[in-house]
C-alpha cells in the first residue's frame, strides 16, 4: 500500500483561510478579556486581567490591543488573537499575546508578529525600534515557546527580542489583510 504526502501549503491554501490583522474595537474588549483568561496552551505569559485593567490599556495613548479575526471557507471563526503592544518606550513592547486553540498550526501568531514587525519598521515620527515580547514558561504553554525563536527573536535571559527588524515573510496560504501597520508598510497578501 503506497501512502501520498501531500503538502501542507497546498492542504493549508485549500481552506481559504483569511486574517484581519487590526486594533481592538471598545465593543470588542469584553471578548479580549474573555481569549486572555481562558487561554492556557498559547499564553506567552501565562497572564490574566480583568476588564478594567484592558479598557485602561485600551485607552491609554501609546497603547494598543491588537485582534486577529480570522475566517475560513466554513465561515467566520470570530476574533482568534489578542496581543497588547506598548509603544510609549524606545521598544515596541509586547506583554501579552495569545491565540486561540481553534487556530493552532495555521502561522496567524507569525503573521500577527509580521504586522508588529512592520510597525516597529515605521513608527510614527521616530526611527526603527526593537521588539521586546514578554514569556513565562507555564505547566500547559508549551505549543506556544517557539513562536518568538522561529520567527527571529533572541531570549536575553528576561524575555524575547528582536533589535534589528527585518522585513517579514508571512504565511503564504493565508489572505492577510494587515490594518495594524502604517498605511505604507500594511498590505494584503
Known amino acids: ?24 474595537r471598545s465593543s470588542e474588549l469584553k471578548r ?3 481569549l ?3 487561554t492556557n496552551q498559547f499564553n506567552l505569559a501565562g497572564t490574566r486581567t480583568s476588564l478594567k485593567e484592558i479598557r485602561e490599556w485600551h485607552d491609554r495613548p501609546g497603547r494598543r490591543i491588537v485582534v486577529v479575526e480570522a475566517s475560513d471557507k466554513f465561515g467566520p ?16 513592547l509586547i506583554p501579552v ?22 510597525l516597529a519598521c515605521h513608527p510614527s515620527g521616530r526611527k526603527p525600534v526593537s521588539i521586546r515580547g514578554s514569556y513565562r514558561e507555564t505547566a500547559l504553554n508549551e ?11 533572541s531570549w536575553d535571559g528576561q524575555s524575547w527580542i528582536i533589535q534589528h527588524v527585518q522585513s517579514h515573510e508571512d504565511p503564504t496560504w493565508l489572505t492577510i489583510v494587515d490594518r495594524l501597520s502604517p498605511p505604507s508598510a500594511a498590505l494584503v497578501s
Not at 471563526?77 to 515596541?92: F, Q, R, S
Not at 501568531?109 to 509580521?114: F, H, K, P
Open 36 to 38: 486572555i483568561n481562558r
Open 1 to 24: 500500500m503506497t501512502t501520498v504526502e501531500e503538502d501542507p501549503t497546498a492542504l493549508f491554501a485549500r481552506l481559504e483561510i483569511r486574517v484581519e490583522i487590526r486594533g481592538a
Open 32 to 34: 479580549v478579556t474573555e
Open 143 to 153: 505549543p506556544c515557546r517557539a513562536m518568538y525563536p522561529r520567527n527571529g527573536f
Open 97 to 118: 499575546f495569545v491565540l486561540s486553540c481553534r487556530v493552532f498550526g495555521y502561522g496567524i501568531e507569525d503573521a500577527v508578529l509580521g504586522a508588529m514587525k512592520r
Open 77 to 92: 471563526m470570530g476574533l482568534v488573537c489578542a496581543a497588547l503592544i506598548d509603544l510609549t518606550g524606545p521598544e515596541l
